[in-house]
T-cell receptor
Framework: DTEVTQTPKHLVMGMTNKKSLKCEQHMGHRAMYWYKQKAKKPPELMFVYSYEKLSINESVPSRFSPECPNSSLLNLHLHALQPEDSALYLC?????????????FGPGTRLTVT | AQSVTQLDSQVPVFEEAPVELRCNYSSSVSVYLFWYVQYPNQGLQLLLKYLSGSTLVESINGFEAEFNKSQTSFHLRKPSVHISDTAEYFCAVSRPGTASKLTFGTGTRLQVTL
């Protein structure tokens, strides 16, 4: 099983809502990632978890709050988002968190903030 | 810090024709190099990577890329493209010995037509 799953596929939320994005992998990977991808742009790294600990936060605003409950799950909690946060949010995982390991991407959650 | 340049934002090509997608990188230290492909409404998939050793790397679906240190390039080639190769292609780099942080180029849209 080389699949990373993400739910929901689409999400529309208002600026005062609280919602969560979920990501799951069963490949035994020890590193998981959140990326943000705007239309016609490359993915931008947001967070990296390695062995369930946050190892990289790319200066992401606090309205995005990641959580890694266990080695298979990664959540992204959203609160008080802005319309400019509308994007495709991609989750990825890799065997280890060091450079050189292939990252496996999920299909993404397309988020629209109204 | 490293950076990646993909000069061609779009490359139109006829089916069965050869194609080259260009990627140049800038780094003061050695790098790992990757090509990822993103089909419409999907996440990214690794096509191939260069870590060390042979400078010519190949993928299972006919793509190849050659690492050229003197020209700081990692161009992607395929001798005969298929309609199904239509996608966005991203070149990316990461630094050996560090956390797995991919820096992506801006992407090249490969459009294959009959």
């Amino acid at each position: 099983d080389t699949e990373v799953t993400q739910t929901p596929k689409h999400l529309v939320m208002g600026m005062t809502n609280k919602k969560s994005l979920k990501c799951e992998q069963h490949m035994g990977h020890r590193a998981m990632y959140w990326y943000k991808q705007k239309a016609k742009k490359p993915p931008e790294l947001m967070f990296v978890y390695s062995y369930e600990k946050l190892s990289i936060n790319e200066s992401v605003p606090s309205r995005f709050s990641p959580e890694c409950p266990n080695s298979s799950l990664l959540n992204l909690h959203l609160h008080a988002l802005q319309p400019e946060d509308s994007a495709l949010y991609l989750c990825a995982s890799s065997q280890e968190g060091s450079a050189g390991y292939e990252q496996y991407f999920g299909p993404g959650t397309r988020l629209t903030v109204t | 810090a490293q950076s990646v340049t993909q000069l061609d934002s779009q490359v139109p090509v006829f089916e069965e024709a050869p194609v080259e997608l260009r990627c140049n990188y800038s780094s003061s230290v050695s790098v790992y190099l990757f090509w990822y492909v993103q089909y419409p409404n999907q996440g990214l998939q690794l096509l191939l990577k260069y870590l060390s050793g042979s400078t010519l790397v190949e993928s299972i679906n006919g793509f190849e890329a050659e690492f050229n240190k003197s020209q700081t390039s990692f161009h992607l080639r395929k001798p005969s493209v298929h309609i199904s190769d239509t996608a966005e292609y991203f070149c990316a780099v990461s630094r050996p010995g560090t956390a797995s942080k991919l820096t992506f180029g801006t992407g090249t849209r490969l459009q294959v037509t009959l």
